[in-house]
T-cell receptor, first 110, second 112 residues
Framework: NAGVTQTPKFRVLKTGQSMTLLCAQD?????MYWYRQDPGMGLRLIHY???????AKGEVPDGYNVSRLKKQNFLLGLESAAPSQTSVYFC?????????FGQGTRLTVV | DQQVKQNSPSLSVQEGRISILNCDYT??????FLWYKKYPAEGPTFLIS?????DKNEDGRFTVFLNKSAKHLSLHIVPSQPGDSAVYFC???????????FGQGTRLTINP
């Protein structure tokens, strides 16, 4: 079982460039999430989705956009990358009692 | 405003002894709590959870204790093994496993 798969695993961007992170889950979960992990700050929720076609803002949404056109996919976009967006990004999908995480995307903005 | 706090950035324990990881929360609406384990270059993996209707949940070597009046939970690992060396995150929610709020993490090192 693949579970939650994130693409790409690593990326280096120049300031001002754009990119999209892809998250795919094969567990038929309704709920999907994007978190970022920074040193000393744990995981912080960027955006989330409670079902196909829906998205909502989390704790730190500024500078990011998301889309959930298909139930199994949740895309995170950076329109104009900034050095402050250097982080490790984790996607998750969830049932009522457990959240399953992808392996992470390490993004560096220079 | 950190709603979930893990005040110990790191913890070192001898193999075979008990590891105790602590977590405090401020939001009284939280009613579901989880512990995740994370190895380098991997995503967090679920370890154990507890609902606010319980004060203890046990799964093998792992036990989570919840003290609602103190807004405190702890994870006990006994006996500790070298493979337990990882970063442990406490998480909380008022919607089951939805919209989890995470603590900063505690790096546990098990020494031989």
């Amino acid at each position: 079982n693949a579970g939650v798969t994130q693409t790409p695993k690593f990326r280096v961007l120049k300031t001002g460039q754009s990119m999209t992170l892809l998250c795919a889950q094969d567990m038929n979960h309704e709920y999907m999430y994007w978190y970022r992990q920074d040193p000393g700050m744990g995981l912080r929720l960027i955006h989330y989705s409670v079902g196909e076609g829906t998205t909502a803002k989390g704790e730190v949404p500024d500078g990011y956009n998301v889309s959930r056109l298909k139930k199994q996919n949740f895309l995170l976009g950076l329109e104009s990358a900034a050095p402050s967006q250097t982080s490790v990004y984790f996607c998750a999908s969830a049932t009522g009692t457990e959240a399953f995480f992808g392996q992470g995307t390490r993004l560096t903005v220079v | 405003d950190q709603q979930v706090k893990q005040n110990s950035p790191s913890l070192s324990v001898q193999e075979g002894r008990i590891s105790i990881l602590n977590c405090d929360y401020t939001n009284s609406m939280f009613d579901y709590f989880l512990w995740y384990k994370k190895y380098p270059a991997e995503g967090p993996t679920f370890l154990i959870s507890i609902s606010s209707i319980k004060d203890k949940n046990e799964d093998g070597r792992f036990t989570v204790f919840l003290n609602k009046s103190a807004k405190h939970l702890s994870l006990h690992i006994v006996p500790s093994q070298p493979g337990d060396s990882a970063v442990y995150f406490c998480a909380a929610s008022n919607q089951g496993a939805q919209k989890l709020v995470f603590g900063q993490g505690t790096r546990l090192t098990i020494n031989p």
